[in-house]
């Protein structure tokens, strides 16, 4: 008995940290937003409209939608690599900024960087890893070391996918496993936890 209520009590911790982790990092996030632009709202756009509910958050998106397609730019582009340098040069800050930065892109949009999963023995012979294709390898690369078929492979850590390991392998030595990217980092970010079955579910 004592074991089915430690059964259900973590399965119900498994389902309910991950929404409260979610739910509070969107509101946090939407509430910070919003307060700004309620400030500017209340300073300039209610001198000449009334107080309509909602308005706050529906300009806090649209900004957010503008930011987005301002970063797809070329200017857009050249202001984040500067912001990234600037950021770079704060002691902490820039330690603080690029880890939040990367954790960002490889949850909402990591996938688009990577071509495909696979398999390949790391850290030796005998084991492997779960991996994903992230381009051929740098020419300086493959010149350094003599091999023409180098390619990047990005093998990342479990739990946490936001950070890992690239490494250069030959192309002959990378296996194709048949899998989605998005199942690929399923089983990372459950440690091979997950059920077959629990993988093809959205």
Do not use: H
Not at 38 to 48: K, V
Not at 184 to 198: D, R, Y
């Amino acid at each position: 008995m004592f074991g089915s209520i430690k059964k259900y009590l973590l399965t119900g911790l498994v389902i309910v940290i991950p929404v409260v982790i979610t739910v509070y990092i969107f509101y946090y996030v939407f509430t910070w937003i919003n307060s700004i632009i309620e400030g500017i709202a209340s300073e300039f756009l209610y001198r000449y409209l009334p107080e309509i509910p909602g308005l706050t958050i529906i300009i806090s998106l649209v900004i957010i939608f503008a930011i987005g397609i301002f970063a797809s730019v070329s200017v857009g582009k050249s202001a984040l690599k500067y912001i990234d340098k600037w950021m770079s040069k704060i002691p902490l800050v820039s330690e603080l900024y690029f880890t939040i930065k990367q954790a960002s892109e490889t949850i909402l949009i990591q996938k688009e960087g990577f071509e495909r999963a696979i398999l390949v023995e790391y850290p030796r012979k005998g084991v492997f890893a779960l991996g994903f294709v992230t381009g051929e390898s740098y020419r300086e690369i493959k010149e350094s070391a003599d091999d023409s078929k180098l390619i990047n492979i990005f093998i990342p850590t479990s739990p946490n996918p936001t950070s890992g390991y690239l490494i250069f392998v030959r192309k002959s030595e990378v296996k194709d496993v048949d899998i989605t990217i998005q199942e690929a980092i399923k089983i990372i970010i459950s440690g091979g936890f997950l059920k077959k079955e629990e993988l093809k579910e959205k």
